[in-house]
């Protein structure tokens, strides 16, 4: 494999609404890159070992640790090498621990371990610091690597999620924390492409006839029974809709003025032959 100069492009980010096409892209650069002799890792939306982001992961407050490490003292061993400090609080990478420990954690440590996880659990400041902090070391153990690094929907979409849909934080809010960890990440040479479709419900339409009834009752439920939901008066599939045109509007926002080259793609008539081809000149340009 070949390496990457100084000046090239060490991350690439891939953003767009659900059913964009974001998972299909992402794996395509991945395997243009290959193609090209150029490492590359892609992480996809729920990899638990997510290196910018925390995926399945809790913030625990120390003194709760030592207390869940003294009432299930017979089964803590499969936590412990999961286990982090936080100044005075743990992380927890509670479903890798669950994972290596073969479903073997009692249900009632599990639940108690995730009331703390770090996108549903924890105080809007708190995830905020956490999550520039986590940012901030993935890219100076990046700007080391040879190898390029594909994210996909971690740097928009999540945040829209946490700030948005579960605190409704506020639109300044949600602004302001991208445009912190884009700072974070800028001197990556990163390269965002934004899956653009110009009909929010049109494209839900189509992916959800793609994928499970659970996937579209959670999203409904995560977006219009938490606080932006309740305090907007947001119902149902409607509902849900609603909100993504107003995510996307602030995501387009914070685009002009990220520090960093960016790419809207119009992909409403999933015409991939197209877009791998425009996205092709593009990596070849910037490797």
Not at 144 to 153: A, F, G, Q, Y
Not at 235 to 245: A, P, R, S, V, W
Not at 248 to 261: A, Y
Request: include cysteine; hydrophobic fraction near 35%.
């Amino acid at each position: 494999m070949a390496n990457l100069p100084s000046a090239a492009t060490k991350l690439v980010m891939v953003e767009g609404i659900p059913g964009s096409g974001k998972s299909t892209l992402s794996q395509y650069i991945q395997d243009t890159l290959n193609t090209h002799r150029i490492e590359s890792e892609l992480f996809l939306e729920g990899n638990l070992r997510h290196p910018a982001d925390y995926e399945s992961v809790a913030c625990v407050p120390n003194e709760e640790l030592d207390r869940l490490r003294s009432s299930y003292a017979d089964v803590f061993h499969d936590i412990d090498p999961f286990v982090s400090l936080s100044g005075n609080d743990s992380l927890i990478a509670y479903a890798l621990a669950q994972q290596s420990a073969q479903n073997e954690i009692p249900s009632s440590l599990y639940e108690e371990i995730r009331r703390y996880e770090i996108y549903d659990g924890i105080p809007v400041e708190k995830y905020c610091k956490l999550m520039v902090q986590r940012w901030s070391s993935f890219a100076k153990n990046q700007r080391e690597k040879d190898k390029l690094v594909i994210l996909e929907c971690c740097f928009l979409q999540n945040p829209g999620c946490a700030l948005l849909a579960r605190h409704d934080a506020g639109n300044d809010r949600f602004v302001q924390h991208v445009l912190q960890i884009a700072e974070q990440i800028q001197d990556l040479n990163p390269i965002l492409f934004y899956l653009k479709q110009p009909s929010v419900r049109e494209t839900i339409e189509r992916v959800k006839t793609m994928r499970p009834q659970e996937w579209l009752d959670f999203v409904i439920w995560y977006h219009t029974e938490q606080d932006y939901g309740k305090n907007k008066g947001l119902h149902g599939y409607d509902g849900y809709i609603q909100f993504l045109e107003h995510r996307r509007e602030l995501e387009l926002h914070i685009i002009e003025q990220l520090p960093f080259q960016t790419f809207i793609m119009d992909n409403s008539d999933y015409d991939w032959e197209n877009q791998q081809r425009t996205v092709s000149h593009i990596m070849v340009k910037y490797l």
